[in-house]
């Protein structure tokens, strides 16, 4: 097999401040190395290359021709790669920088996270945002996405998910559908009043409680109008077409103005979830990804939508 041609970085600082001091003891000093550490590096070095590139004295070293040639090449690419590998480093440990692909949820994201984007980008200059709102379930890794915000429950997976917020589910509907209505007291009576189904849910038309007491109980609802679109359905609830499931943070601001009215609140729902900042790997996580991650959870460890 035919020997490789490459040296390290180590024997390559040490070949560069061999040349440029003129002794073993002089690039051991600025290298901070014992002087014949230099010197089995330039030996090692001479044997890979198969050329002596360097003359020994016991005062002095001088290069040869081609020590001379090999340097001129090398020391380019020595600084580049020396200033890469602090660049490197600075993503990890430095100033956040850089290009942050993120992916969140449409709606969640118009309502909360536009304005806490747009400080984060003003906190932090060196950082340039690429914000997928599609509200498909991308793959961070094979799409290359540095971190996602997502909704209710995770599955395990290799992703590394932090939970910043929760997110609590309920019912509600119009004040004027409710003052029209017969009275609901509970859960079985939603069985004869006209819903609002999302059919983003994988059962959209069963509606899951936890009783007062404990215990579950479940419930078939029907109604005039089902969507995977929340605003048409949040819509229609506030116009006294029906009642909505819906999540806290998306009618909370309903709810505080009036338009809508929780039902049942002594019965919460069975689906809770959470609100998860989801990034691919623990370890090595760059200073972009951790800055804009502990960003979005400080400003949601309170969440603005619960203290409306």
Partial sequence: MQQSL????????????LADTGSFAAAGRQLGRDPTAISRRLTAMESRLGVRLAERSTRKVALTEAGRTYLARIRPLLHDLQAAGREAVAFADGEARGHLRITLPG????????????????SHPRVTIEADTSNRFVDLIGERFDLAIRLGELPDSRLVARKVAERRRLICASPDFLAKSP????????????????????????????KPGGGTLGVTVSGPLASDDAELLLEAAISGLGILYTSDWYVSRDLAAGRLVEILPDWALLDRGAVYVVTPAAGGTPSKTRAFSNWISERLAAPPWVVL
Avoid at 6 to 17: G, I, K, P, Q
Avoid at 108 to 115: N, Y
Avoid at 189 to 208: I, K, S
């Fill in 6 to 17: 490459f040296s390290d970085l180590n024997e390559l600082a040490a070949f560069v401040a």
């Fill in 107 to 122: 709606n969640f994201g118009r309502l909360w996270l536009t304005p806490l984007i747009v400080e984060f980008l003003r």
């Fill in 183 to 210: 009275a609901i007291q509970t859960p079985q009576d939603l069985a004869n009043h006209p819903c609002l189904c999302f059919t983003g849910r994988h059962d959209p038309y069963r509606w899951n409680f936890i």
